[in-house]
């Protein structure tokens, strides 16, 4: 939770030149996401827009109809190109598509900030604000591997993904994953190209319930044994135990995720999920929107994090079982802490 403060008390220290400059002039910013109703992007878009009041900046809010929708962003960008914004705030879906889309926006003069997900490359952003994704799939790699012990050379383990266009987020979080559970990754920058022998599947959810449900039943046509799930997010985890439930198997598999949002801790707090990766979007917005201010204000371009290429919104691990080695908070202090 250090870098969470950190971060905030940073933001605080530019909020008052910011703000004042953010009332008297004209300011617009545009925030663009996945989705409109996944609970990550709800609270995302919660946060841009208290900040954005607070700040007396406009702000257009865009989303695609589902996780994917790549066609809905270009447009979107397009509109806040022909709007006249001075900032862009994006979740993208196709993390490389969208390069070019985003180099025009810059190209006229646009704050173009990426939140949560990187681009591919990262630097066709002005900047990242975002958890720390690998490290938030490192962590429950490595509590999942600790609390099976020596079973987990024996594990059988569903990887549920997010997309086939494998977005940077989806490979950060998967590969984090194994790499926290000891399993050598072959290439870093992709997802499914491993040989260890406990792999049982790679199958995409959209990062929805419906799509997770699917992906654990494919899995589990492949194998029944399958005893470690990781997932995406926590919509997918909720399909997942859906699938394991339906064959008697939601108390003796493994589910891990990433999100932290209150439905997926209290899912913890059921045994649903045994761990999750908590992640601020809310803090991820409002920084956003106070940097899009302080660039309209002067043109000043936001610094990444210290000893690292994107600025750190901070991550947690949530759980009740704490494993030996592997630093978690509670599902209390998660709860206090959740969005959604």
Not at 74 to 88: D, L, P, R, S, Y
Request: aromatic share 4%; hydrophobic share 45%; proline share 4%.
């Amino acid at each position: 939770m250090k870098k969470l403060l950190m971060g905030s008390a940073i933001a605080l220290a530019s909020t008052a030149g910011t703000a004042a400059f953010a009332q008297d002039g004209d300011v617009s910013a545009c925030l663009i996401t996945k989705t409109e109703t996944n609970p990550f992007f709800v609270k995302m878009r919660e946060g841009a827009q208290a900040k954005a009041e607070e700040l007396g900046i406009e702000l257009n809010t865009y989303a695609g109809q589902v996780d994917g929708d790549h066609e809905s962003q270009v447009q979107a960008i397009e509109a806040c190109i022909a709007n006249g914004a001075n900032g862009i705030l994006i979740t993208a879906s196709d993390t490389a598509a969208i390069v070019d889309p985003v180099q025009q926006a810059r190209d006229a003069g646009i704050l173009v900030i990426a939140l949560d997900t990187p681009l591919q490359p990262a630097d066709a952003a002005d900047m990242t604000f975002a958890t720390d994704n690998f490290l938030a799939g490192e962590l429950i790699g490595q509590w999942a591997a600790a609390t099976l012990g020596d079973e987990a050379a024996n594990a059988k383990i569903a990887m549920l993904d997010l997309a086939i266009s494998q977005p940077s987020v989806g490979v950060l979080r998967d590969q984090g994953f194994l790499t926290g559970f000891g399993i050598d990754v072959v290439d870093p920058s992709m997802w499914g190209d491993e040989t260890d022998e406990r792999i049982i599947c790679n199958e995409v959810t959209a990062g929805n319930e419906e799509g997770g449900r699917r992906a654990m039943e494919n899995c589990l046509a492949i194998d029944p044994d399958i005893n470690v799930v990781y997932t995406i997010n926590e919509p997918a985890a909720a399909g997942a135990y859906e699938a394991l439930s339906a064959i008697g198997r939601q108390d003796d598999v493994m589910i891990v995720s990433v999100d932290g949002g209150c439905p997926g801790v209290q899912n913890v707090s059921e045994g649903v999920i045994g761990a999750t990766s908590q992640q601020y979007p809310l803090l991820m917005a409002a920084l956003g929107i106070e940097a899009i201010a302080q660039f309209a204000a002067d043109g000043t371009l936001p610094e990444p994090t210290e000893g690292k290429e994107f600025f750190d919104t901070g991550v947690a691990l949530v759980t009740d079982q704490p494993a030996d080695g592997v630093e978690s908070i509670s599902v209390e202090e998660g709860l206090a802490l959740c969005w959604g």
